[in-house]
T-cell receptor, first 109, second 115 residues
Framework: GQNIDQPTEMTATEGAIVQINCTYQ??????LFWYQQHAGEAPTFLSY??LDGLEEKGRFSSFLSRSKGYSYLLLKELQMKDSASYLC??????????WGAGTKLIIKP | SAVISQKPSRDICQRGTSLTIQCQVD?????MFWYRQQPGQSLTLIAT?????????ESGFVIDKFPISRPNLTFSTLTVSNMSPEDSSIYLC????????????FGPGTRLTVL
């Protein structure tokens, strides 16, 4: 079967760094996405990885290891507005997105 | 990217009635999807809306309960039929374009409460 695992909830301090992990087992792989979703809002795109390595975009970076079926999202210089759910999704062999359950990130002052 | 609007943004409905949700995109898109997101949960794909043919439904979802239309490349509707309180959820439309490496853009969602 297809499976995406990520922690249910994480807590971090404003100004700190947090890493949200995602492991996956899917039938085929056409890339991995990270989305941010604030409470009551639609998900918004953060990053896309299809090759191994680190993609950096401002305060956010995303890493992929295809051989390990593993990705992480790294958030630096955390701000209160980063409090949200972070969704990991994998595009499978049919280019359909398989979604993880999401990680709720709580930022404390 | 694509700009997506959904109507209604929210509704409160009585058990046994039906609600049709509209999704409008500001450009022609290849693929349109309908998701459900229950409180505190991640996204569950209901179906892929295909232009000019029947929608492709995921396991656990059937056309009689969730009929979908897609008359052109910029518009789709999802109907939630014969509603029960278990259908209370957020319904999201998303689209993917051929030049966006299958990145999906989401509409603002429709928050449905069934009494």
């Amino acid at each position: 079967g297809q499976n995406i695992d990520q922690p249910t909830e994480m807590t971090a301090t404003e100004g700190a760094i947090v890493q949200i992990n995602c492991t996956y087992q899917t039938s085929g792989f056409n890339g991995l996405f990270w989305y941010q979703q604030h409470a009551g809002e639609a998900p918004t795109f953060l990053s896309y990885n299809v090759l191994d390595g680190l993609e950096e975009k401002g305060r956010f970076s995303s890493f992929l290891s295809r051989s390990k079926g593993y990705s992480y999202l790294l958030l630096k210089e955390l701000q209160m507005k980063d409090s949200a759910s972070y969704l990991c999704a994998v595009s499978d062999s049919n280019y359909q997105l398989i979604w993880g359950a999401g990680t709720k990130l709580i930022i404390k002052p | 990217s694509a700009v997506i609007s959904q109507k209604p943004s929210r509704d409160i409905c009585q058990r046994g009635t039906s609600l049709t949700i509209q999704c409008q995109v500001d450009s022609q898109v290849t693929m349109m999807f309908w998701y459900r997101q229950q409180p505190g949960q991640s996204l569950t794909l209901i179906a892929t809306a295909n232009q000019g043919s029947e929608a492709t439904y995921e396991s656990g979802f059937v056309i009689d309960k969730f009929p979908i239309s897609r008359p052109n490349l910029t518009f789709s509707t999802l109907t939630v039929s014969n509603m029960s309180p278990e259908d209370s959820s957020i319904y999201l439309c998303s689209v993917a374009t051929a030049d966006s490496y299958n990145e999906q853009f989401f509409g603002p969602g429709t928050r449905l409460t069934v009494l």
